[in-house]
């Protein structure tokens, strides 16, 4: 087998994966919901993304990603992890 050059084992690779672009989109697209839902929660309680909580905190509000739906989260007292669901599943389960 002969070497193959990197500019070629790229283009070979990239054959297979013609959907970076697309992917690079939608991780855009993920990180900007992420920003929302946050967002949302921050602006409710007024904490920031690295508070834990004493109690577990459960709450909805407006989803902020597609306006329709209601988003449920809660904030969990043991790690502080966040988790949200929209009422229309516009951006799936999130959780960090
Ligand atoms: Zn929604």
């Known amino acids: 087998m ?3 050059s990197l500019r070629d084992r790229f283009n070979r690779v990239r054959g297979h994966c013609t959907n970076m ?3 690079t989109k939608q991780v855009d697209e993920i990180m900007a919901n992420a920003r929302k839902i946050v967002g949302a929660i921050r602006e409710k309680h007024g904490v920031g ?3 834990v ?3 577990d905190i459960v709450g909805s ?3 902020p990603v597609c306006k329709k ?3 449920a989260y809660s904030i969990s007292s043991y790690n502080g992890h966040r988790h949200a669901q929209c009422s229309e599943n516009c951006f799936g389960y999130y959780c960090e």
């Open 69 to 71: 739906g209601t988003m």
């Open 2 to 4: 002969k070497d193959e």
């Open 49 to 51: 993304n690295d508070y």
């Open 61 to 63: 509000v407006p989803c």
């Open 53 to 55: 909580p004493k109690k």
């Open 21 to 23: 672009n697309d992917m």
